[in-house]
């Protein structure tokens, strides 16, 4: 059970409509900006969480997938506002061998979005 202490901390992002809600704890280290084919395309900045970690919420038929190649992520968007909200693990393999959580942190409020720290990966 968590404390109200621990519930105010929660931090949440929403696609553009607002049909997409992400809520999820504070970061725990620098976003990632991933320089891989797709992140970069999508412009991506990613925050990893567990499963459990995450709650989402959509309006009913908001959410659709995209999974390429191995497909073993699936970068989940809205379908009215077409942003990219997170990425799921589909299956698990050698390289995504946790089942986890990728939230977009392009999809924050301005104001956060500043004090955001980030890094940039490679990702290839
Ligand atoms: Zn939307």
């Not at 968590?2 to 929660?10: D, G, V």
């Not at 191995?70 to 393999?93: A, W």
Request: charged share 30%; with cysteine.
């Amino acid at each position: 059970m968590a404390t109200l202490h621990e519930q105010t901390q929660q931090r949440t992002i929403t696609c553009h409509c607002k049909a997409i809600r992400l809520t999820f704890p504070p970061l725990r280290e620098p976003a990632n900006e991933c320089m891989c084919s797709i992140c970069r395309r999508y412009g991506a900045l990613w925050a990893y969480y567990k499963v459990e970690e995450v709650q989402i919420e959509d309006d009913g038929n908001a959410l659709e997938g995209y999974a390429w190649g191995n497909k073993v992520l699936s970068f989940n968007r809205c379908r009215h506002c077409g942003c990219m909200t997170h990425y799921s693990i589909l299956r698990q393999t050698e390289t995504e061998p946790e089942p986890r959580i990728a939230v977009n942190c392009r999809m924050m409020e301005r104001e956060e979005y500043e004090r955001l720290e980030s890094e940039q990966s490679d990702g290839d």
